[in-house]
């Protein structure tokens, strides 16, 4: 008897993209697996998976095994993005959020085992000055908008899941953002601690940035083009960019400061982070940096993150052809 033929691996870069990345740690897979949103360099978005489960457990025909990314789905066809998160929530239960931007204007859509993405009724008024999504502990969801046309504050909105996947949003104090100086920040990033009933709120300027925590205490940071901050075992951390060689990583309100050496050529363009469930204090990252998407792993202090480039890799059995990525 012909002994069965050996899978192989397929690798591809991952689809050409531009704008803002989105990265969520989502509750599927044996650990939960790592959700990556794109945009299209012209027309809709792309959701890849990280496969977290332990080293040697056994993956289906068209699934990266432990370790790798998937290949990219494509979705949202119609429409050129600039900028993207996503989220794991609690709702639906576990469906996955996703605020996208074109030009000014918002869009909401919604993964659900039975239906995959679905556009959902946006939020109401334009993200400003960037996108931000983050939820708490009592699955409300958080964004920041500009509640009037012309106006360049942003000010935090709350989002009430009680008739879930409908949202009804609503303004939360403080009335506006702004950064250290006064001034309005170019960026603002949304993170909730797992027990928490409001977000964090960093807010970033070239000038200086701030961190100011569910508790109303801000502390002052360095200036930055690109911000991203999450909640770990130990508390908020935030990574800046000034889009040179090196991300800075910063606990605030401490002297806790890291300076991370980053892959690749050219300016950082984009940087998404997610805490990592199954390791506390582990922290993984996806930047773009260049023409190209890097994947780091972070432990903290005392340890040096590992980088490598981000290649989509799925499972093949023997003489198994198609694409890496679908449409």
Do not use: K
């Amino acid at each position: 008897m012909a002994a069965a033929p050996s899978p192989s691996l397929t690798s591809a870069p991952p689809p050409p993209s531009r704008g803002g990345i989105g990265l969520a740690q989502g509750r599927y897979g044996e650990r939960g697996n790592l959700e990556l949103v794109l945009c299209d360099e012209d027309d809709g978005l792309w959701v890849l998976w990280h496969n977290t489960d332990p080293e040697g457990t056994v993956t289906p025909e068209g699934a990266p095994p432990p370790g790798e990314w998937s290949g990219g789905l494509h979705f949202a066809a119609g429409r050129r993005y600039d900028d993207i998160r996503v989220l794991q929530s609690r709702n639906g239960p576990d469906h996955l959020e996703v605020l996208a931007r074109a030009g000014d204007t918002a869009h909401r859509l919604r993964w659900s085992p039975e239906a995959a993405f679905t556009a959902e009724a946006p939020p109401p008024a334009r993200p400003c000055p960037s996108l931000a999504l983050a939820e708490t502990a009592d699955g409300a969801l958080w964004t920041v908008l500009s509640p009037e046309p012309g106006t360049v504050p942003g000010r935090l909105y709350r989002a009430d899941p009680a008739g879930y996947p409908g949202l009804v949003w609503a303004p939360a104090a403080p009335p506006a953002l702004t950064a250290p100086d006064g001034r309005p920040p170019h960026a603002v990033a949304l993170v909730a601690a797992p027990d928490a009933t409001r977000p964090g709120v960093l807010t970033v300027s070239r000038a200086g940035s701030q961190w100011t925590g569910a508790d109303g205490v801000a502390s002052t940071l360095p200036g930055a083009e690109h911000a991203e901050a999450v909640h770990g075992a130990d508390g908020p951390l935030v990574f800046l960019s000034d889009g040179g060689p090196d991300l800075v990583a910063i606990r605030p309100g401490t002297d806790q400061r890291r300076s991370l050496a980053l892959p690749g050529t050219g300016p950082v363009t984009a940087l998404a982070a997610t805490p990592v469930r199954h390791d506390p204090r582990r922290t993984d990252l996806v930047v773009r940096r260049g023409d190209g998407l890097w994947y780091l792993t972070d432990h903290g202090p005392g340890t040096e993150p590992s980088a490598r480039a981000l290649v989509s890799t799925v499972r093949r059995a023997g003489g198994v052809t198609g694409p890496v990525h679908r449409r």
